[in-house]
């Protein structure tokens, strides 16, 4: 019997890894544009530079007339190739964290999110240099056959800053704070929410019931970590001075946003970035995309429930 539950823990691991990997794939496809947007947002200084984008819907016309459709889709190979190591990463080390948090005095609800921040803080490391490149990538307003691909960006990177944090792993603190805040309320909003709304026996209404409570908190995640997602562009974009770093550390950089542009501009991107989270849930949701949209709020609340049915 011993035997047995490793192999089984090790089945469900390779389970959601491949399923999660696969409604990753479709998910980046499907909502890089918006991707694109958020990071354009966040890097531009101000209103006043001529070539700023001055709402949503501008920024999208702009893109599509000065550099096509191929524009939406600039730096999206990192991310594909970043996925499935991603989500592998993610699973492993939120099970072994649970697993240790589970021998304190915590409570269910604060144990699980300690893990989700435990389990972020991980995945911001492994993610951080395909970041980088795809960032890069991103801001470059010019056209889609002008860019260089994902590899020479990268190459072209390592060579000129190496693998350090001026060079491939720049930006590192705000990818850690981006991704372990959002884990960490995530989670434990989650579960606190989910355990206070009795579930509901019609398997459509509680499906919703879930979808809502998933899609709340990666609004109410997105809303408190976008500052980090801010710096973090910030820091592995275009610096204003060619050859001047402005944006060094995370906090460094949010204090100098918010002193010279405002505490709004600590919020760019905020509405692409709500957007992946649940395209189309005003209309009627077809079964077979429910994982696909479930998974953009970074956790499906199946993964979600079974993790807390095991701390119990």
Same mark, same amino acid.
């Given at each position: ?9 090790? /089945?469900?691991?390779? !389970? ?112 951080? +240099? ?10 470059? /307003? ?12 990268? !190459? ?9 944090? !001026? ?10 704070? /981006? ?29 919703? /019931? ?37 944006? !060094? ?51 499906? +609340? ?11």
């Amino acid at each position: 019997m011993t035997a047995t539950k490793p192999q089984s823990m090790l /089945r469900e691991a390779s !389970r959601q890894v491949i399923a999660g990997g696969s409604a990753g794939l479709v998910e980046i496809c499907l909502m890089h544009p918006l991707d694109v947007v958020k990071t354009r947002f966040q890097i531009q200084r101000g209103t006043t530079d001529p070539t700023s984008y001055k709402s949503l819907g501008h920024c999208f016309r702009t893109i599509f007339q000065s550099e096509g459709v191929f524009g939406f889709y600039k730096g999206i190979l990192p991310p594909i190739l970043a996925e499935t190591p991603k989500r592998a990463v993610k699973f492993f080390t939120f099970e072994q964290y649970k697993k240790l948090l589970n021998l304190t005095p915590l409570s269910p609800g604060v144990a699980l999110s300690a893990a989700g921040l435990g389990s972020g803080l991980t995945e911001a490391l492994v993610i951080n +240099p395909f970041e980088v490149v795809k960032v890069s990538l991103q801001a470059n /307003r010019d056209s889609f056959k002008e860019q260089p691909s994902s590899f020479a960006q990268a !190459r072209r990177i390592i060579k000129s800053d190496g693998f350090g944090l !001026r060079g491939l792993n720049k930006g590192l603190t705000s990818t850690l704070g /981006r991704h372990g805040v959002f884990n960490m309320i995530y989670f434990g909003f989650y579960f606190n929410v989910k355990d206070a709304i009795p579930t509901n026996p019609d398997p459509t209404l509680e499906f919703l /019931r879930k979808f809502t409570i998933g899609l709340l908190s990666g609004t109410i995640s997105s809303c408190v970590n976008i500052p980090f997602d801010v710096a973090k562009s910030r820091i592995q974009g275009p610096q204003p001075v060619p050859g001047e770093i402005k944006y !060094r550390t995370c906090f460094q950089t949010m204090a100098l946003v918010y002193r010279e542009e405002g505490y709004l501009a600590l919020y760019k991107g905020l509405v692409p970035k709500i957007m992946r989270l649940g395209p189309g849930k005003k209309k009627k949701i077809p079964r077979v995309n429910i994982e696909i949209i479930v998974i953009l709020t970074s956790v499906t +609340p199946v993964a979600a429930d079974k993790a807390g049915e095991e701390s119990d």
